[in-house]
């Protein structure tokens, strides 16, 4: 025999049609697809919808909680009496919310009921009432640097008062003033 001879074919039963490999190649793939699909349903798409809808309702109870303790009659016009360590001053609501992020803010700005004391019907907060002034005419946007304090003991108890009441911005310029003041000395 010469080695130019072409092979002989296999055996009809060792024969595979190439159209049936193909189509068990399909299937295998198709088959290889849905188990990548359900696994991926089962362990990452279901825990993630779960953990989501735990937190949406989370979140509506926690909206619920919240919708019980707010003021629903809370107006920015209402006059707030305050009793600050003993010293009476009325503001108005929306003086008091003016700057965002201050205790005084978070107090009054509606979203829970503030209690007032039956005797004089004031909200009564527990801090030193010697320069609460200068807080207020700094929210009522009226001049209130010429009435800082000059001695440096009343300086350090504002600033300390200004740091309680979460009042950064206005903590900031007395800060800034008290700087300068010391410099022109």
Known sequence: MSD???AAAPPASEQVDEGILQEFRQKDFEQQVKFLV???QKDIISPVQ?????VLADEKAFEEEKAKHRDPNAKDEDIIK???GGKIFDVKRK???RVKGTKLEAIFNGNFKVKTAPKNGATFIDRDPT???IIVRYL???PYQEIFPSDVIEQKRFLNELQWYKMEELSAEFSKWTEEG????
Do not use: G, Q
């Open 4 to 6: 130019t001879t072409p």
């Open 38 to 40: 359900d696994m991926f």
């Open 50 to 54: 779960e953990a989501y809808s735990k």
């Open 82 to 84: 305050l009793d600050i």
């Open 95 to 97: 003086v008091l919310c």
């Open 131 to 133: 320069h609460f002034h």
């Open 140 to 142: 009522e946007e009226k």
């Open 182 to 185: 010391k410099k022109a000395k």
